[in-house]
C-alpha cells in the first residue's frame, strides 16, 4: 500500500528472474529510498541463510505512473524475490495479503508510517490479512474482522507463509482501550488562581467550537489557561478519535506500540513554523500542524510574531475545516477542523493598558503592532479576551476554592448535546460557531430589546460589521450553556464584551 494523503491504495510489487543479465532494476517511479531498498533486501536475504539470485532481478511497482516513496516496500520486495526463485512455496497464499514493512540489514521488520489508512484499505478491498511489522500491529488491528499478522523478521513472514510457524493474529479490544482515561488530565483549570472571567470565556469556546484570541500583558496567565482548554472539551468519540490517529499514523506522531488517540491533541507549534509546517505539503505532502490539530486545539502563542504568511494561510482551512496540496500530478485532502486559541501582548513592551506598569512603547507603536494580525483572520476569531494580572490575594489562596475541569466539562457536554440534537440533519456543522448565515437567520432571532442592544453595541463601541454574525453565534452558545431555548438580552449583553478588538482605535 502507498499512502497519499490520509488514504491507502494498493501497490502490486511484481518480480522477475531471468538470466539475461546480472544488475537489478526497480521501476515504477520509485523514491531515492525504494531504489536503496535493494541493498537492504540483499543483505537482509543473506542474512537469514536464503538465496538471493545473481542474476538479473526486475522489480515493477504498478500502477507504474503513481509514484511511490519511503521505505516500506522493502519486505515485500524481499518477499516477492523469495517467491519468484521459489524459496515460498505457496506464492498464492502471499497474494492474498498486504505486506509492509522496512528491513534492517539483518532481516529485522522495522516500522512503518500509516499502519491505520493501510489497514482500513485492506479490509475495504477484502485481502485475507496484513502482514506488517509487531510495532505496527495494535494501531492496525482497531479495524473490526481484519486478520492482523505482527511480524518481528523477515524469517517470520516466509515461515508463516510456508505455514512452518503459525502467528497469532493481533487482537485490540477497540471498548475497553477506548474507555482508558481519556479524562484523566495531569492539569487542571482548578490549578488556575483567579481569572474568572477567562475561564468563563474559554468555557463557551469549548462549549461552541469557537475560536479565540488572549491579549494581555507577560505572566497573566494567557499560556497556562490555553494549555487547560482541552481539560474541558468534550471527550473524542470513537469516529473522531479515529480519524485523528490516521492522521498521526500518516504523519509518523504515533508514540510506538500505541493504539488510539483517545485525547483532543493540543498543538502549540513555535513561531518561527513555515507555511508548508503549519498546513502541510511538501515533495512527499504530509499533514501540518493544522491537520495535526484534527479535532482539537491548535495554540499559537504570540500570535503576532508570526510570520504574516505563515498566518494568512491559515484563512481557507479554517473556514472549510480541510487543506488540500496541489502538486502538478497530484491533488491531496488533509482534514483541519481544529479550534484556534491565539495569545498575544498588547504591544511590544507588553503592558498597555496594564493596572499597574506604564507602557514604554512610542506613539502608534500599539496599533502597528496590532496590525501585524490581518483583519480577516480576526474575522474568523469570535472571542476577543482581555487578560488582566492577577493580584496577590487571590495568588495566595488555595485552589479548592475554583471549579475543577470536570465540574466545567460537563456543562460543556450539556450545551454540545443540545447543539448536536439542533444540527443532527446537517452534516457539515457539529457547533454553533459553524453556522451558515442561512442558520443564522433561522436559529439565532433575537427579541426588539436585544435588537436595540446591538444596535447601541455597535454605535456606541464602535463595533465593526464583521462582528455582528460572531456576536449572535456566541450568545446562542451562552444560551446554550444556560439551557435556554431563546437568546436573551442577558446572553447577548455577555457576548458583545468579547469583541475587544472590533473597537475603532482600540490601542490607538
Same mark, same amino acid.
Given at each position: 500500500?502507498?499512502?497519499?494523503?490520509?488514504?491507502?491504495?494498493?501497490? =502490486?510489487?511484481?518480480?522477475?528472474?531471468?538470466?539475461?543479465?546480472?544488475?537489478?532494476?526497480?521501476?515504477?517511479?520509485?523514491?531515492? %529510498?525504494?531504489?536503496?531498498?535493494?541493498?537492504?533486501?540483499?543483505?537482509?536475504?543473506?542474512?537469514?541463510?536464503?538465496?538471493?539470485?545473481?542474476?538479473?532481478?526486475?522489480?515493477?511497482?504498478?500502477?507504474?505512473?503513481?509514484?511511490?516513496?519511503?521505505?516500506?516496500?522493502?519486505?515485500?520486495?524481499?518477499?516477492?524475490?523469495?517467491?519468484?526463485?521459489?524459496?515460498?512455496?505457496?506464492?498464492? @497464499?502471499?497474494?492474498?495479503?498486504?505486506?509492509?514493512?522496512?528491513? =534492517?540489514?539483518?532481516?529485522?521488520?522495522?516500522?512503518?508510517?500509516?499502519? #491505520?489508512?493501510?489497514?482500513?484499505?485492506?479490509?475495504? !478491498?477484502?485481502?485475507?490479512?496484513?502482514?506488517?511489522?509487531?510495532?505496527?500491529?495494535?494501531?492496525?488491528?482497531?479495524?473490526?474482522?481484519?486478520?492482523?499478522? /505482527?511480524?518481528?523478521?523477515?524469517?517470520?513472514?516466509?515461515?508463516?507463509?510456508?505455514?512452518?510457524?503459525?502467528?497469532?493474529?493481533?487482537?485490540?479490544?477497540?471498548?475497553?482501550?477506548?474507555?482508558? %482515561?481519556?479524562?484523566?488530565?495531569?492539569?487542571?483549570?482548578?490549578?488556575?488562581?483567579?481569572?474568572?472571567?477567562?475561564?468563563?470565556?474559554?468555557?463557551?469556546?469549548?462549549?461552541?467550537?469557537?475560536?479565540?484570541?488572549?491579549?494581555?500583558?507577560?505572566?497573566?496567565?494567557?499560556?497556562?489557561?490555553?494549555?487547560?482548554?482541552?481539560?474541558?472539551?468534550?471527550?473524542?468519540?470513537? !469516529?473522531? %478519535?479515529?480519524?485523528?490517529?490516521?492522521?498521526?499514523?500518516?504523519?509518523?506522531?504515533?508514540?510506538?506500540?500505541?493504539?488510539?488517540? =483517545?485525547?483532543?491533541?493540543?498543538? $502549540?507549534?513555535?513561531?518561527?513554523?513555515?507555511?508548508?509546517?503549519?498546513?502541510?505539503?511538501?515533495?512527499?505532502?504530509?499533514?501540518?500542524?493544522?491537520?495535526?490539530?484534527?479535532? /482539537?486545539?491548535?495554540? #499559537?502563542?504570540?500570535?503576532?510574531?508570526?510570520? +504574516?504568511?505563515?498566518?494568512?494561510?491559515?484563512?481557507?482551512?479554517?473556514?472549510?475545516?480541510?487543506?488540500?496540496? $496541489?502538486?502538478?500530478?497530484?491533488?491531496?485532502?488533509?482534514?483541519?477542523?481544529?479550534?484556534?486559541?491565539?495569545?498575544?501582548?498588547?504591544?511590544?513592551?507588553?503592558?498597555?493598558?496594564?493596572?499597574?506598569?506604564?507602557? $514604554?512603547?512610542?506613539?502608534?507603536?500599539?496599533?502597528?503592532?496590532?496590525?501585524?494580525?490581518?483583519?480577516?483572520?480576526?474575522?474568523?476569531?469570535?472571542?476577543?479576551?482581555?487578560?488582566?494580572?492577577?493580584?496577590?490575594?487571590?495568588?495566595?489562596?488555595?485552589?479548592? +476554592?475554583?471549579?475543577?475541569? !470536570?465540574?466545567?466539562?460537563? +456543562?460543556?457536554?450539556?450545551? +454540545?448535546?443540545?447543539?448536536?440534537?439542533?444540527?443532527?440533519?446537517?452534516?457539515?456543522?457539529?457547533?454553533?460557531?459553524?453556522? =451558515?448565515?442561512?442558520?443564522?437567520?433561522?436559529?439565532?432571532?433575537?427579541?426588539?430589546?436585544?435588537?436595540?442592544?446591538?444596535?447601541?453595541?455597535?454605535?456606541?463601541?464602535?463595533?465593526?460589521?464583521?462582528?455582528?454574525?460572531?456576536?449572535?453565534?456566541?450568545?446562542?452558545?451562552?444560551?446554550?450553556?444556560?439551557? $435556554?431555548?431563546?437568546? @436573551?438580552?442577558?446572553?447577548?449583553?455577555?457576548?458583545?464584551?468579547?469583541?475587544?478588538?472590533?473597537?475603532?482605535?482600540?490601542?490607538?
Amino acid at each position: 500500500m502507498a499512502v497519499y494523503g490520509v488514504e491507502a491504495k494498493t501497490i =502490486s510489487v511484481e518480480i522477475d528472474v531471468n538470466n539475461q543479465g546480472k544488475n537489478y532494476y526497480i521501476v515504477g517511479l520509485p523514491d531515492n %529510498a525504494i531504489k536503496e531498498s535493494l541493498h537492504r533486501v540483499e543483505s537482509a536475504i543473506k542474512s537469514n541463510q536464503f538465496y538471493m539470485p545473481r542474476t538479473k532481478l526486475l522489480v515493477n511497482l504498478a500502477p507504474a505512473d503513481i509514484k511511490k516513496s519511503g521505505t516500506a516496500f522493502d519486505l515485500p520486495i524481499a518477499i516477492g524475490t523469495l517467491a519468484a526463485t521459489e524459496q515460498i512455496l505457496d506464492p498464492e @497464499k502471499m497474494s492474498r495479503y498486504v505486506i509492509m514493512g522496512e528491513l =534492517s540489514l539483518d532481516g529485522a521488520v522495522k516500522p512503518i508510517k500509516g499502519a #491505520l489508512p493501510i489497514a482500513i484499505q485492506t479490509k475495504k !478491498e477484502q485481502f485475507d490479512g496484513l502482514i506488517l511489522p509487531l510495532s505496527n500491529a495494535n494501531e492496525a488491528a482497531m479495524v473490526d474482522d481484519l486478520k492482523v499478522i /505482527g511480524v518481528g523478521t523477515m524469517k517470520d513472514v516466509v515461515e508463516f507463509l510456508n505455514e512452518t510457524k503459525h502467528i497469532e493474529p493481533t487482537q485490540v479490544n477497540i471498548a475497553e482501550v477506548f474507555s482508558k %482515561a481519556q479524562t484523566n488530565y495531569e492539569i487542571d483549570f482548578a490549578d488556575v488562581k483567579g481569572q474568572m472571567n477567562i475561564k468563563r470565556a474559554l468555557e463557551i469556546a469549548a462549549a461552541g467550537g469557537h475560536n479565540a484570541i488572549l491579549i494581555g500583558p507577560p505572566g497573566a496567565g494567557k499560556t497556562m489557561l490555553a494549555k487547560r482548554l482541552p481539560t474541558i472539551l468534550p471527550p473524542l468519540t470513537l !469516529e473522531e %478519535a479515529l480519524e485523528t490517529t490516521k492522521i498521526h499514523s500518516v504523519a509518523g506522531k504515533l508514540p510506538e506500540h500505541s493504539t488510539i488517540i =483517545s485525547r483532543r491533541p493540543f498543538r $502549540s507549534p513555535h513561531h518561527t513554523i513555515s507555511d508548508v509546517a503549519l498546513v502541510g505539503g511538501g515533495g512527499n505532502p504530509q499533514p501540518g500542524e493544522i491537520s495535526l490539530a484534527h479535532h /482539537g486545539v491548535l495554540f #499559537l502563542d504570540e500570535l503576532p510574531e508570526f510570520k +504574516r504568511t505563515v498566518l494568512e494561510v491559515m484563512r481557507q482551512p479554517m473556514e472549510e475545516r480541510r487543506v488540500t496540496i $496541489s502538486r502538478a500530478k497530484i491533488a491531496l485532502d488533509f482534514p483541519a477542523n481544529f479550534m484556534l486559541i491565539a495569545s498575544m501582548n498588547p504591544c511590544p513592551c507588553g503592558y498597555f493598558n496594564h493596572p499597574e506598569k506604564a507602557c $514604554s512603547c512610542p506613539p502608534g507603536m500599539v496599533q502597528k503592532y496590532l496590525n501585524k494580525v490581518s483583519g480577516p483572520l480576526l474575522d474568523r476569531i469570535d472571542l476577543h479576551v482581555e487578560v488582566t494580572p492577577v493580584a496577590y490575594e487571590e495568588l495566595s489562596t488555595t485552589t479548592e +476554592r475554583y471549579e475543577k475541569s !470536570e465540574t466545567i466539562r460537563e +456543562r460543556v457536554i450539556s450545551a +454540545r448535546t443540545i447543539q448536536a440534537k439542533r444540527y443532527e440533519n446537517n452534516t457539515d456543522v457539529y457547533a454553533n460557531a459553524q453556522m =451558515s448565515s442561512k442558520m443564522l437567520k433561522e436559529i439565532c432571532v433575537i427579541d426588539e430589546a436585544s435588537k436595540q442592544l446591538l444596535k447601541k453595541a455597535m454605535e456606541r463601541l464602535n463595533l465593526s460589521a464583521r462582528a455582528y454574525d460572531r456576536i449572535l453565534k456566541v450568545s446562542k452558545t451562552i444560551a446554550d450553556l444556560a439551557n $435556554s431555548e431563546q437568546i @436573551k438580552t442577558e446572553h447577548l449583553a455577555e457576548a458583545i464584551q468579547y469583541r475587544s478588538l472590533d473597537r475603532e482605535n482600540w490601542g490607538g
